[in-house]
């Protein structure tokens, strides 16, 4: 059984850094493209970024990049997400997704099946 468990949310000031980790178990880790999206109150969720499987390519959706650092460890079967430059319109819950395909994709929202439970980031001043 897939589980992703996110953590390292928080509330932080525009302009401030959070990072956030997903710990992944029950599938080869090291074998699928990863990634990271969110769903702020109101919206639909959406792709933030993704990482192929071996870590070498990354995506970013335009809105964050620049500003947001996706990495993986695979020895440890973890997933990062370095948010930097923080604004408020990137309050949102933050999910870690693992990609439908092993070895495929990871650059769109389509990509992506299973998620984790998420974790809160609030950007206010």
């Known amino acids: 059984e897939v589980e992703l468990v996110e953590s390292g949310g928080g509330l932080v000031q525009p302009g401030g850094s959070l990072r956030l980790s997903c710990t992944a178990s029950?599938?080869?880790?090291?074998?699928?493209?990863m990634g990271w999206v969110r769903q702020a109150p109101g919206n639909e969720l959406e792709w933030v970024s993704g990482i192929a499987a071996g870590g070498a390519t990354t995506w970013y959706a335009a809105f964050v990049r620049g500003r947001f650092t996706i990495s993986r460890d695979n020895a440890e079967n973890t997933l990062y997400l370095q948010l930097t430059k923080l604004k408020t319109e990137d309050t949102a819950v933050y999910y870690c997704?693992?990609?439908?395909?092993?070895?495929?994709?990871?650059?769109?929202?389509?990509?992506?099946?299973?998620r984790g439970q998420g974790t809160q980031v609030t950007v206010s001043s």
């Open positions: 997704a693992k990609a439908k395909r092993y070895g495929r994709g990871g650059s769109k929202l389509e990509d992506f099946a299973d």
């Open positions: 029950g599938f080869a880790f090291s074998g699928y493209p």
